[in-house]
């Protein structure tokens, strides 16, 4: 028997109370649960908008920097052609071009399943969606060279290993190279060796100074490195080139605010993910002015292509690879109707394959990735970063000796037999 009577009322009295109770006690509970599982999704999509909306200003400042450019202005500055656009899209677009076209199966038009880490490199570096857009990667600890007879090297070529202890140093001659490119730009099937594209241009280049032009870039586009001529010497350890105090940054620093913002929003999942900006981190490349860029001379602007360093897949290097091949298949259609006056020219070099298609090259990247006007570096007599490129200026590859206490500049590093004699 209960101890107290259980009217109708009471009972009614009784169940209010409960239910105020679970409304004030457990509705918060629950509304706070839901909360918790929707926000999350709500600050997704918020912060995914404000990404689109930061890239979306990141492209308008690049098409910005760019109104500047005018081909035939820049021709008259660097006696170099960089093409009717140098807007990101239509950069991007050439490298799309090239992992369709130069890095394909000369037979079947698919690309090679090896090569696609090293072209998603190349490609997502100008990717402003992509969280690897504004990082750099280390330039590997390798130096390459190469030489028609190995056992004939320079003596001076030591400094790069003096100057270099941790650096390892490999040596090509023409049949080392060939082998090489054939075991990394072709692939063994069921129905035999699958050539590539590229791999095919090059072995119909018809002198070994074309091919070892190529050979250069194809090595440091699939692994990175420096390239160095054989008749060059280090002076200064590649660790202190550009690090002496003297480096100018000429990033704009519009991009970099932006690129700021987009880094937040890209790591807005609570992770720390400490932001450093692209142009005080290590250089994915490294270049030096061969001819300097005078208002009065036009051919300055010509970068040094004996000696350049690079971290793999760089979008320089895919753009650069994708313009040798099509500078071949000119060249062989003027062949094949007759006219060799080409073929075997010396001046042709530097088109074909040699500095001014080098040149060329990277200056494009400069005006298409960070919206950068060649003409800026004119009479520049210190290095200079851009973004993820660090330019050093015109003394730098013009050490008096290959003896580092005799230099007459205090910014030479690398010491080249042909600016000797």
Excluded at 197 to 203: K, M, P, Q, R
Excluded at 355 to 371: D, K, T
Aim: contains cysteine; proline residues 5%.
């Amino acid at each position: 028997m209960l101890p107290f009577k259980l009217s109708g009322e009471n009972l009614f009295h009784s169940t209010k109370t409960t239910r105020i109770i679970f409304l004030v006690i457990f509705v918060p509970f629950l509304a706070l649960g839901l909360f918790y599982q929707i926000w999350p999704l709500h600050a997704h999509v918020l912060a995914h908008t404000e990404l689109e909306d930061v890239n979306s200003a990141i492209e308008a400042r690049l098409n910005q920097l760019a109104l500047v450019y005018k081909e035939q202005a820049v021709f008259n500055a660097h006696h170099l052609g960089l093409g009717p656009s140098v807007r990101l899209i239509n950069y991007t677009a050439r490298l799309d071009k090239a992992s369709r076209d130069a890095f394909t199966s000369a037979i079947s038009g698919r690309p090679l399943q090896k090569l696609q880490d090293v072209i998603s490199t190349a490609r997502s570096a100008v990717d402003l969606t992509s969280k690897t857009a504004w990082t750099t990667h280390d330039i590997p600890h390798n130096i390459t060279t190469s030489i028609q007879d190995i056992t004939k090297m320079p003596t001076e070529f030591r400094g790069w290993k003096q100057h270099n202890p941790d650096w390892a140093i490999q040596r090509f001659d023409e049949r080392a190279m060939d082998n090489w490119l054939k075991s990394n730009l072709a692939a063994h099937t069921d129905s035999g060796l699958v050539s590539t594209v590229i791999l095919e241009t090059y072995n119909r280049l018809p002198r070994r100074i074309l091919k070892s032009d190529m050979f250069r870039y194809l090595r440091i586009f699939l692994r990175g490195g420096l390239y160095a001529d054989p008749d060059t010497s280090c002076v200064v350890p590649i660790a202190e080139w550009g690090q002496r105090g003297t480096t100018k940054d000429k990033t704009d620093f519009g991009l970099l605010q932006l690129a700021a913002e987009a880094h937040d929003l890209t790591h807005n999942n609570g992770s720390s993910s400490p932001f450093t900006p692209v142009n005080q981190a290590s250089p994915n490349v490294i270049v030096a002015i061969e001819t300097e860029i005078t208002r009065d001379d036009h051919e300055g602007g010509h970068l040094a292509q004996y000696a350049f360093a690079s971290a793999p897949g760089h979008p320089i290097f895919l753009d650069l690879l994708q313009q040798i091949v099509e500078v071949s298949r000119a060249m062989e259609d003027l062949r094949l109707a007759g006219d060799l006056r080409h073929w075997h020219s010396d001046q042709a070099v530097f088109t074909w394959t040699g500095a001014e298609i080098w040149s060329s090259a990277v200056w494009r990247y400069l005006w298409a990735r960070w919206g950068f006007d060649s003409r800026r570096l004119h009479r520049v007599n210190h290095p200079v970063r851009v973004g993820d490129v660090l330019i050093l200026p015109f003394e730098a590859f013009r050490a008096s000796s290959a003896d580092p206490s005799r230099q007459e500049s205090a910014e030479a590093c690398l010491w080249h037999g042909f600016h000797s004699h």
